[in-house]
């Protein structure tokens, strides 16, 4: 298809067009709380979910905040990727196995001026998009919440934090931060994002154990299984000289230390880990209780490939990847700590 030029471009547009390329969890999530603020936004995604909202609406709720909704005749919902051909900003949500053919239907159908901002959890992805995409510009983000799908269009944020991307040209933050969805710049966005990889190596674990959240970070066992975990990852990631920038208030080396505390010590110290929605799960969880594929590959798997490059051991993150590929195949039965260990 030959491109059609953009509306002038997220820089010179005052009401840039936005494109959620899969309309997911978070992608209805970000989607619907932009367009609840007056920008125009369209949301491309799979029928699975875009059924719901076209009978349903959006219902966006947050643990702290009220409810938003969004009137199904009010939303622009696509399964055409031709709609990306007078986007401004696409902000790409897909699970970290779509990544390539997102970019696919990027190049095919977006014009060189739309910024295309990575929503996805796992590193790499703005390095996949740039080999398909090398006239856009191309930004890798960092979202620290997790959206529990709740079904007939309702998702609810059941974490805390800021959206971060990197510093780049224009104001492209300030264009997409609105009231409850706070985004900010960073000039160090490969070191937060590693932070927050290592915060997500939690949503296999968490998948497994059919805990809440909360109730996981209160069973001292399993922190300890997390901090051993994370202690893993870390020494893999030192090993190749990666940069860290925690997304916790404390530094990512103290991490697993604070985890191994005994609860009531852990209960006053880590406060603010706790702060979050009682009857949240990983979007691992959600992901096995409905039968579909996890990213489990582009974390537990990350880490792996990155030991073997330096042949350094990972157990405990093979033992957890090989638990959620059996998952996968067969269902999820609950996993106790003590599974993991050899």
């Not at 076209?54 to 009137?71: F, H, I, M, P, T």
């Not at 042949?311 to 090989?322: G, K, M, R, W, Y």
Request: with cysteine; glycine share 10%; proline share 6%.
């Amino acid at each position: 298809m030959r491109k059609r030029p953009s509306c002038g471009g997220a820089l010179g547009n005052s009401q840039p067009h936005i494109v959620i390329a899969g309309a997911g969890a978070i992608g209805c999530y970000v989607g619907g709380l932009l367009d609840h603020a007056g920008h125009h936004v369209s949301f491309l995604g799979r029928p699975r979910i875009l059924d719901e909202v076209r009978k349903a609406g959006l219902r966006l709720s947050d643990y702290g905040r009220g409810e938003v909704w969004r009137a199904p005749g009010r939303l622009d919902l696509r399964e055409d990727a031709e709609v990306l051909a007078t986007a401004d900003i696409i902000l790409v949500c897909v699970k970290s196995s779509a990544t390539a053919q997102m970019g696919e239907m990027i190049a095919a159908h977006a014009p060189d001026a739309a910024i295309v901002i990575s929503l996805q959890n796992g590193m790499g992805h703005a390095d996949t998009l740039r080999a398909q995409l090398p006239d856009h510009d191309i930004r890798a983000g960092m979202v620290p919440f997790n959206v529990v799908p709740l079904g007939e269009g309702r998702f609810h944020r059941a974490t805390s934090g800021d959206i971060v991307i990197p510093a780049g040209a224009g104001e492209v933050a300030g264009m997409i931060s609105v009231e409850g969805l706070r985004v900010t710049q960073s000039d160090a966005i490969e070191a937060v994002q590693w932070g927050k990889f290592l915060i997500n190596l939690n949503n296999a674990p968490n998948a497994l154990s059919g805990l809440t959240l909360q109730e996981q970070l209160l069973d001292r066992d399993w922190r300890r299984l997390m901090a051993d975990q994370m202690a893993e990852a870390l020494g893999v990631l030192r090993a190749h000289g990666c940069a860290i920038r925690s997304t916790t208030p404390v530094p990512a080396g103290l991490v697993p230390h604070i985890l191994r505390l005994p609860t009531p010590l852990f209960r006053r110290i880590a406060a603010r880990m706790l702060t979050i929605d009682p009857k949240a799960r990983t979007s691992m969880a959600y992901g096995l209780i409905g039968g579909r594929p996890t990213e489990i590959d582009a974390l537990q798997g990350a880490v792996i490939a990155m030991g073997q490059a330096k042949s350094i051991p990972t157990p405990l993150c093979s033992a957890i990847h090989a638990a959620v590929k059996r998952a996968e195949q067969s269902g999820l039965v609950p996993q106790t700590p003590d599974s993991f260990r050899r």
